[in-house]
Every structure is written in C-alpha cells, then in structure tokens.
C-alpha cells in the first residue's frame, strides 16, 4: 500500500525557518520525481519546488527561489523542504507529491502557519 506522510509543519515567526519532511512508502521511490505543493484557504494549489528522481534537477516557483531548498535521501526514502526567511504569505497547507509516468500520488497536507 502507497503511504506519503508529510510532517514538520507549525507556527513560526516571519523571517523564520522551518524544515518539512516527506516519508514515502508503497512504491519504487528512486523512481519518482517529488513535489512540493501548497494551498492556501480560498487559493488555488501552487507548485513550491520538485526534485528529479535521483536529486540531481531541482526548480522553484519564482517566490520561492533563494528561499526555499529542496532535498531527497532516496536511501530513506524521504524528500525534504527547507523553507527560510518565511513570510506570512508562504502560511499553507503544503502537500507532497510524488510522479512517474502516470503514476500520482499525494499526501495529506502540513499545516504551516507564518505569523507574529
């Protein structure tokens, strides 16, 4: 059975920092490339930043680029989100995505709360 668990979200302060971890289990991780997403109350999902299956390609949204790090262990089968000077803007629930081929699979979301 496919299992991807998001976890590490929370309150922070703006200019803060916050590490989103993503666990995935059921299916050929080395294989997927991983997403991150997030959506905000009455806001359509984004795409934040995805990684190639191996690690070696990463890209960005705009507003999220010397921000935002993303990262995998494929040995632990985890994708990783570094998230830095966070604004309140960037407060969502954020979702982890993993595809390949026509292979999708989700998450259940983080909550990620930026405010003073």
């Known amino acids: 059975q496919v299992l991807v668990e998001e976890s590490g979200g929370g309150l922070v302060q703006p200019g803060g920092s916050l590490r989103l971890s993503c666990a995935a289990s059921?299916?050929?991780?080395?294989?997927?490339?991983m997403t991150w997403y997030r959506q905000a109350p009455e806001k359509e999902r984004e795409l934040v930043a995805t990684?190639?299956?191996?690690?070696?390609?990463?890209n960005y949204a705009d507003s999220m680029k010397g921000r935002f790090i993303i990262s995998r262990d494929n040995a632990k089968n985890t994708v990783y989100l570094q998230m830095n000077s966070l604004k309140p803007d960037d407060s969502a629930v954020y979702y982890c995505n993993g595809k390949w081929l026509g292979f999708e699979y989700w998450g259940q979301g983080t909550q990620v709360t930026v405010s003073s």
């Open positions: 990684i190639s299956a191996r690690g070696g390609t990463t």
């Open positions: 059921g299916f050929t991780f080395n294989y997927y490339a």
